[in-house]
């Protein structure tokens, strides 16, 4: 009887053993990331499920993606379509005056192109997300070389380029309507801007040598976040008349740009 009982011991302790050996393994919590969704960002973003490739949509059902539409008074194709690299800017720039004259607010679905007319509307779709948004171009940029425009802090983490800091972006762009005003230029108003300069006094000299190589233009000198610029305002403000003065500069360092004022 006593060895019946020490063999049933036996076994009751082997199986609290083998039931203590499978005892579940914790995990180092990670905490998830922060949303990327920012103020605005439900009217004008939404996930494009087209393949950046084909063009044809990724999801099993077949359906066609829901692309955000631009504003109701926003008709027709769009006037621009390009491919090409798009970033975001925030501080420093926040709180200044961007290019339509207003205050840059990064919470605000905007952007910065180089030659497209301020107040345009733009679909900017991140073609490796494949996320999408509507901006309003208020402003001017972005100044470095190989890129196509630069998203508002709210844009950039409603097409997922916040974190990426530059992404290959498919943009849409539609176009206001023309001025009514009689001093409209066809084709808009064009300057050249030159930098960055990191020294003050390498901005003013070129500045003075533009002033005499242009006695018709205005030359002006100021500074920017990245650097002291030129900026040279033809004295016909025409596209053709921009690009004959871009090509004119040569400057070691510094880039020319052509940009549109209007």
Same mark, same amino acid.
């Given at each position: 009887?006593?060895?019946?009982?020490?063999y049933a011991?036996?076994?009751t302790a082997l199986?609290?053993?083998?039931?203590g050996c499978h005892?579940k393994?914790?995990?180092?919590y990670?905490?998830?990331?922060?949303?990327?969704?920012?103020?605005s960002?439900g009217? +004008?973003?939404? @996930?494009?499920? @087209?393949?950046p490739v084909? &063009?044809?949509?990724?999801?099993?059902?077949?359906?066609?993606?829901?692309?955000?539409a631009p504003?109701?008074?926003v008709?027709?194709?769009?006037?621009l379509?390009?491919t090409?690299?798009?970033?975001? +800017?925030?501080?420093?720039y926040?709180?200044?005056?961007?290019?339509?004259?207003?205050?840059?607010?990064q919470?605000?679905?905007?952007?910065?192109?180089?030659?497209?007319?301020?107040?345009?509307?733009?679909?900017?779709?991140?073609?490796?997300t494949?996320?999408?948004?509507?901006?309003?171009?208020?402003?001017r940029?972005?100044?470095?070389?190989?890129?196509i =425009?630069?998203?508002?802090?709210?844009?950039?983490?409603?097409?997922?380029?916040y @974190?990426?800091g530059v992404?290959?972006?498919r943009? !849409?762009?539609?176009?206001?309507?023309p001025?009514?005003?009689?001093?409209a =230029?066809?084709?808009?108003?064009?300057?050249?801007?030159?930098?960055?300069?990191?020294?003050?006094?390498?901005?003013?000299r070129?500045?003075?040598?533009?002033?005499r @190589?242009y006695?018709?233009a205005?030359? =002006?000198?100021?500074?920017?976040?990245?650097?002291?610029?030129?900026?040279?305002n033809?004295?016909?403000?025409d596209?053709a008349h921009?690009?004959?003065?871009?090509?004119?500069?040569?400057?070691? &360092?510094a !880039?020319p740009?052509?940009?549109r004022?209007?």
């Amino acid at each position: 009887m006593r060895a019946r009982h020490a063999y049933a011991a036996l076994l009751t302790a082997l199986a609290l053993t083998a039931t203590g050996c499978h005892k579940k393994q914790t995990r180092a919590y990670r905490p998830p990331p922060p949303p990327l969704a920012g103020p605005s960002a439900g009217t +004008y973003a939404t @996930r494009d499920t @087209r393949s950046p490739v084909t &063009g044809s949509s990724n999801s099993s059902a077949g359906t066609q993606p829901s692309l955000p539409a631009p504003p109701p008074d926003v008709r027709g194709k769009p006037s621009l379509v390009e491919t090409g690299l798009a970033s975001w +800017y925030g501080p420093p720039y926040a709180g200044r005056k961007g290019a339509d004259g207003k205050v840059y607010n990064q919470n605000a679905m905007t952007a910065a192109h180089l030659t497209l007319p301020l107040g345009s509307m733009v679909r900017v779709t991140n073609l490796t997300t494949n996320q999408s948004a509507m901006v309003k171009i208020t402003d001017r940029g972005p100044f470095v070389r190989g890129r196509i =425009i630069d998203l508002s802090l709210a844009a950039a983490k409603a097409t997922g380029l916040y @974190r990426m800091g530059v992404a290959k972006v498919r943009v !849409e762009a539609w176009a206001p309507a023309p001025s009514a005003s009689p001093t409209a =230029i066809p084709g808009g108003r064009w300057c050249v801007q030159v930098g960055a300069f990191q020294s003050e006094k390498d901005a003013i000299r070129l500045k003075n040598d533009l002033m005499r @190589r242009y006695t018709t233009a205005k030359v =002006i000198e100021f500074p920017g976040p990245t650097g002291h610029w030129v900026r040279i305002n033809p004295a016909r403000p025409d596209k053709a008349h921009a690009t004959e003065v871009a090509d004119s500069i040569h400057v070691s &360092g510094a !880039e020319p740009y052509l940009i549109r004022t209007d």
